[in-house]
């Protein structure tokens, strides 16, 4: 059941050994469905090939069973974790090629944004960033494993980035905001975008 | 025309502005000869989903046209610089993944590793691999683009790992090797896989 004005954003946390995946239907009024989430996960003890792999027939399987219309990827920072980030970048590639080679646009955001959006505060912690991801998609349990509400916070923010609530250009499209329609949240989003732009 | 008992390596040298692909034969003698060899490029001004697409496309157009019986990637390491190791990364997940899916085993090797191989010496500049390589493909011209020799270093390299000249069991197949037989190209090589061993 996808309503016919709502965004599908995909959203993807990308890892060796947890990729988070998430798909989020957002109407134009900013009302959010979850539409199906899981978690990739793959061990050490696996070699790089087929950890790879499995990430990428994952990906692939879920763009084509759900058709998003934007694939929205966590942005990779070189200042992470030395002995993680070659896992986190090799799988982001992965996907943003996947996304590519069927047309569908990929859009990075950083955790600050995504906590941002969804939060209101850029250093929100997991329960919190979790607990919101609940209350916006009307969950009565938090997303299972637990990394799953990472993407789907990531395909939230996604949706609702640049939009004001109840705006007709709402949900997702690139807009100029009006600054008296924006909520706290929403001004943090901006400031962490902002931020982002200078810093990249 | 590919000898029936040669070893067929592509190898790869990611990178988001160059990415080198490098296809060889190698008999069980250790003669190597030249198949085909390429570098992609795209520019900092496309889109990151295009740059990735792109390398995508050709990695998966090489392994399909030449169907190799191994697939050699640089190691990617984190010390490297910042500002294009998650591009270098990003890039070369999407390679392995690629002959992932296609059953083809992947190998990884170090630059020391593979100067060491092709030069004798793991600190071997990019003018001495090149002429290494024009040497051993017997090229009477540098392979152009530049960066293409890199590829097919790394190619030459992965068929000769383990291997002893004139061995029985040459041409990249992991294997046994006595210290009698070793050339001093070899006693590097071998010193540069340990000390990777160990560092990883």
């Known amino acids: 059941m996808r309503p016919g004005s709502a965004l599908r954003v995909l959203g993807v946390d990308p890892g060796l050994t947890r990729c988070g995946i998430g798909v989020v239907d957002v109407e134009r009024d900013r009302r959010a469905t979850l539409v199906g989430v899981t978690v990739v996960g793959t061990t050490a003890h696996e ?26 990827v966590e942005r990779v ?5 030395v002995s ?3 896992g986190v970048a090799q799988a982001s590639g992965i996907v943003i090629a996947a996304a590519a080679k069927r047309g569908i646009p990929v859009a990075l955001h950083t955790p600050s944004e995504v906590k941002a959006a969804v939060t209101g505060s850029g250093r929100a912690d997991k329960a919190a960033v979790t607990r919101m ?3 916006i998609l009307r969950l ?3 997303p299972r494993p637990a990394d799953a509400a990472d993407a789907l916070a990531l395909a939230l923010a996604h949706a609702w980035r640049g939009s004001a609530p109840g705006s007709p250009s709402a949900a997702g499209r690139t807009t100029a905001m009006t600054a008296t329609a924006l909520t706290p949240a929403q001004r943090l989003w901006q400031e962490a975008e902002a931020k982002a732009r200078r810093g990249g």
Request: net charge negative.
């Open 77 to 81: 920072f070189s200042q992470m974790n």
């Open 133 to 135: 991801v609940m209350k």
């Open 140 to 142: 009565e349990t938090a």
């Open 84 to 86: 993680t980030v070659m």
């Open 47 to 72: 070699p790089l090939d087929a950890r790879l792999l499995a990430i990428a027939e994952a990906v692939e399987a879920w763009l084509d069973r759900f058709e998003p219309e934007v694939v929205a």
